[in-house]
């Protein structure tokens, strides 16, 4: 004897001295459940229509609620075809593994449906899913074919066994094709096309049930004398099983007709207020009406993208997309003609940005509702941050030498103004070198004008060692260069005057080609402020002061004197004193 899981098949039963009993069936109980199976899968293809349509939690009702009618009716099918085998012994049944077919019946068809109607319909998820649906009918019915309780045992016809199997797949297969095609259908040609459906899945499910019986022999081992004589059909309990399948189908096929009476109401009322929500639709701002507490009742999809919202059913309060907005407030504020607001919102994944907003009342029946027109000003705010770094770029290119990189003659005038302005108010010193590249042309006709750039660039780098922090170097004009000290007294800018001297005619500047380094010197006027001297008149004193410096020379700094008189500057040496001495140019021996 061959035993599969559970299940015997026939070998040689004669061997193991087995007595074949002729059973049969009750005529009026098989057509009873062939009825049950045709009107299941009526309900079926009824319900299953609606399962494409729907989304999330709905598609898992009518899922599960087309996998309960299939998978009541094709139980229900099987049992009142269990109750109508007639056997010369007494037969019962282990409730506990009867549930257990029904409940494998009904989440097996239920999985089935779900995985066929996810996505696109192909044809290898039509037979993966009859496959899977085929098999659990065929486990179903096996299940309560275990759950017989006898003095006999089942032997098993392995080919009608297999054939039992094909038709359990091939029906599965079908029903799940069926689900879809009448969807496709003529409305005129749907109902004529779900009773021949439901009629040939009868067939089916009955066929598969009553193969699968076929296959089965029924053994005993001792004489019919001794064993217990049958009960006859449980009539009763065929009725029971009947009427509660019945109610069980009629409640689902009452569901799909409530609704689709629902999807009729919706439908009507999506049409109504489809021209607002077009218009609302229409609009590139966000729209969102708030109640009394700030609470968005309402937006439009551009404000769900505006804060991220997505399909998030409850919205924040305006008060946590915007903080710090009081709308009430701004409304009463329109009357000073303020039409909008800037603010900055905060979207739920909390990115901030800043927006423009207005805001208007709307009674909605007995209620007030706040209007707020909301849109992104973002780009426009980036557009003027650029714009205004362009014209701090310009403002910069403007105010600085592009050769040495140091700020130009047009930057002086103001930054010296200001200084002026510091001097005067609390009474500190400024002085003022004016320095220039001694022989600068020759320089350039010498050894070319990339030596003479070459030049300006040491002299400004020069300048820049040298300063304080707090001083002021610019490029001035030409082979002009101003170093402005402020806070410095005569004595101590003579020192810095002396030093660039030395710096400047110690630097070798490198030239390309092996033409050997490049020495230089230059002269420096410097020149004190004084009460009631403007930046011009600075200017002009050091700009003085550097003249006497070339005509005596050059390579030496010329120091102003304190003129008693703002407009009067003489010119003076410097010999280590803040007083006036001789011009004293550098030793180059040093």
Same mark, same amino acid.
């Given at each position: ?8 098949? &026939?070998e ?5 001295g ?20 045709c ?5 079926a293809?009824?319900?299953? $229509?609606?399962?494409?349509?729907a ?11 087309c ?12 049992? &009142? ?12 049944y282990?409730?506990?593994l009867?549930?257990?077919? #029904?409940l494998?019946?009904?989440? !097996? ?7 066929v109607?996810? !996505? ?14 085929g ?8 299940t ?19 054939y039992s199997v094909?038709?359990?797949? /091939?029906?599965?297969s079908? *029903?799940?094709?069926l ?8 409305f005129q040609?749907?109902?004529?096309l ?18 699968g ?12 004398? %001794?064993l ?9 309990l065929? =009725?029971?099983i009947?009427?509660?399948? #019945? ?7 009452l569901?799909e ?28 701002d ?12 309402n937006a439009? $999809?551009?404000?769900m ?15 946590q997309?915007?903080?710090? #907005?009081?709308?009430?407030?701004f ?12 603010? +900055? ?12 907003l ?8 007995? +209620? ?34 592009s ?14 103004e200001?200084?002026?302005?510091r ?8 002085? &003022? ?5 001694? $022989? ?10 990339d030596? !003479?750039?070459q ?34 007294g ?16 110690e630097?070798?500047?490198?030239l390309? /080609?092996?033409? @050997?380094?490049?020495r ?11 009460? @009631? ?6 200017l ?5 002061m ?6 005596? @020379? ?6 102003? %004197? $304190? ?7 003489? @010119? *003076?040496?410097y ?8 011009? =004293? ?6």
């Open positions: 004897m061959l035993e599969l899981f559970g299940i015997r098949f &026939l040689d039963a004669s061997q193991a087995s007595v074949l009993l002729e059973c049969d069936h009750d005529m009026i109980l098989a057509a009873l459940s062939w009825v049950i199976a009107i299941a899968g009526y309900v293809l009824q319900v299953a $229509h609606r399962i494409r349509a989304e999330g939690g709905r598609r898992v009702f009518w899922v599960g609620l996998g309960l009618a299939m998978g009541c009716g094709i139980w229900s099918m099987h049992f &009142l075809g269990m109750l109508a085998y007639r056997a010369p012994i007494q037969i019962s282990d409730w506990p009867t549930l257990l077919s #029904l494998v019946a009904i989440v !097996g068809t239920s999985l089935a449906i779900l995985f109607n996810r !996505g696109a319909l192909r044809g290898w998820k039509v037979l993966a899913g009859g496959l899977f649906m098999l659990a009918i065929t486990c179903m019915h096996y309560g074919m275990a759950a017989i309780i006898s003095e006999g045992y089942f032997l098993y016809d392995p080919a009608l066994f297999l094909g038709i359990a797949i /091939g029906a599965s079908a *029903a799940l094709y689900t879809h095609l009448v969807r496709r259908v003529p040609y749907l109902l004529t779900r009773v021949c459906a439901a009629i040939v899945m009868g067939f089916a499910v009955a066929g598969m049930h009553y193969t019986m076929a296959a089965a022999n029924l053994y005993v081992t001792r004489p019919l004398t %001794e217990m004589p049958p009960l006859g059909t449980n009539v009763p065929a =009725v029971s009947a009427g509660l399948t #019945l109610a069980i189908l009629i409640i689902a096929l569901s007709l409530f609704g689709r009476r629902l999807d009729s109401e919706a439908i009507r009322l999506r049409n109504t207020v489809f021209r607002y929500d077009q218009i609302l639709e229409s609009v590139p966000g729209i969102l009406l708030i109640n009394e507490s700030l609470m968005v009742n439009n $999809h551009a404000a993208r505006l804060f991220d919202i997505g399909h998030l059913r409850r919205w924040p309060s305006m008060e997309l915007v903080p710090g #907005l009081d709308v009430l407030h409304e009463d504020s329109r009357a000073t003609h303020e039409r909008f607001l800037e603010a +900055e919102a905060i979207s739920r994944k909390g990115r901030a940005f800043p927006i423009e207005s805001v208007s009342r709307l009674r909605s029946g007995d +209620e007030q509702l706040i209007v707020v027109v909301c849109r992104d000003i973002s780009a426009r705010k980036r557009a003027e941050a650029h714009i205004q770094k362009l014209l701090q770029e310009n403002q910069r290119l403007a105010t600085t030498d050769l040495t990189g140091l700020p130009n003659r047009r930057w002086i005038v103001e930054v010296l200001n200084e002026i302005s001097c005067r108010r609390y009474g500190h010193d400024l002085a &003022l070198l004016l320095v220039d590249i001694d $022989h600068f042309k020759r320089i350039n006709d010498r050894y070319g004008h030596s !003479g750039d030049a300006l660039r040491v002299m400004a780098r020069i300048l820049r060692a040298i300063a304080r922090d707090s001083d002021i170097v610019c490029r001035y004009g030409g082979e002009e260069f101003v170093l402005a000290l402020p806070e410095t005569l004595r101590a800018a003579a020192v810095v005057a002396e030093r660039l001297l030395h710096r400047v005619a630097t070798e500047i490198p390309k /080609g092996g033409a @050997g380094p490049l230089m010197t230059c002269s420096i006027g410097l020149a004190p402020w004084c009460v @009631g001297m403007q930046y011009d008149g600075l002009n004193a050091a700009d003085k550097l003249y006497q410096a070339k005509e005596s @020379g050059r390579n030496r700094v010329v120091i102003a %004197e $304190h003129p008693r008189d703002p407009d009067a500057a003489g @010119g *003076a040496g010999d280590g004193t803040d007083a006036p001495g001789n011009v =004293v140019p550098i030793d180059r021996s040093k």
